[in-house]
């Protein structure tokens, strides 16, 4: 059964500190997804991972793809208020339909 | 305007009660999917479906129903078979498999009371 891990769960930074938010699973898989929730709204795509050492950036998110290790991370550069978010990552099983999400990141950026 | 509409946004229901949450695409998308999501937690797949007049239950499909008799629309009852249904209810479509992206609604708010 593929799962999905994400760490920290919470997470308090200040403006223009940087910091990464991890996300493991437990199979192969080659398609991983960065989304963004804001409270009591939907979820918001933000980034498509589909190969090893794929590396996606907008803004101040750059999100990257290990595959051998089943790892996605989703680094933030110099934090900004407008960033407070829920933070998911989700994979899909390869060759399935099916999209697995993770228990999120809550991220605040104090100002 | 191309997109997911989900209705109602807010349902309150007595407990014991059957209720039906709209899914309506208008994306061509061939798989749709529902999720659960309670407050301050992740979201949990309870069915999706690939293509019309399949599906397939997720992770925590008890308690729940869905049909696909159209390509755009994916209905999802909560049956008074489930414990515990309040929650926020997403809907999402995509093109399926090859590697894209998955699309969410508005979703809806159900509360049991």
């Known amino acids: 059964e593929l799962k999905v891990e994400q760490n920290p769960l919470f997470l308090s930074m200040q403006e223009g500190k940087n910091y990464t938010i991890y996300c493991n699973y437990s199979t192969t898989s080659d398609r991983l997804y960065w989304y963004r929730q804001d409270p009591g709204k939907s979820l918001e795509s933000l980034f498509v991972l589909l190969s090893n050492g794929a590396v996606k950036q907008e803004g101040r998110l750059m999100a990257s793809l290990d595959t051998k290790a089943r790892l996605s991370t989703l680094h933030i550069t110099a934090a900004v208020h407008d960033l407070s978010a829920t933070y998911f990552c989700a994979v899909a099983t390869s060759g399935t339909y099916k999209y697995i999400f993770g228990t999120g990141t809550r991220l605040k950026v104090l100002a | ?113």
């Open chain 2, 1 to 113: 305007d191309g997109g997911i509409t989900q209705s109602p946004k807010y349902l309150f229901r007595k407990e014991g009660q059957n209720v039906t949450l709209s899914c309506e695409q208008n994306l061509n998308h061939d798989a749709m999917y529902w999720y659960r999501q309670d407050p301050g937690q992740g979201l949990r797949l309870i069915y999706y479906s690939q293509i019309v007049n399949d599906f397939q239950k997720g992770d925590i499909a008890e308690g729940y129903s869905v049909s696909r008799e159209k390509k755009e629309s994916f209905p999802l009852t909560v049956t008074s078979a489930q414990k515990n249904p309040t929650a926020f209810y997403l809907c999402a479509s995509g093109t399926g498999g090859g590697g894209n992206t998955i699309y969410f609604g508005e979703g809806s708010w159900l509360t049991v009371v």
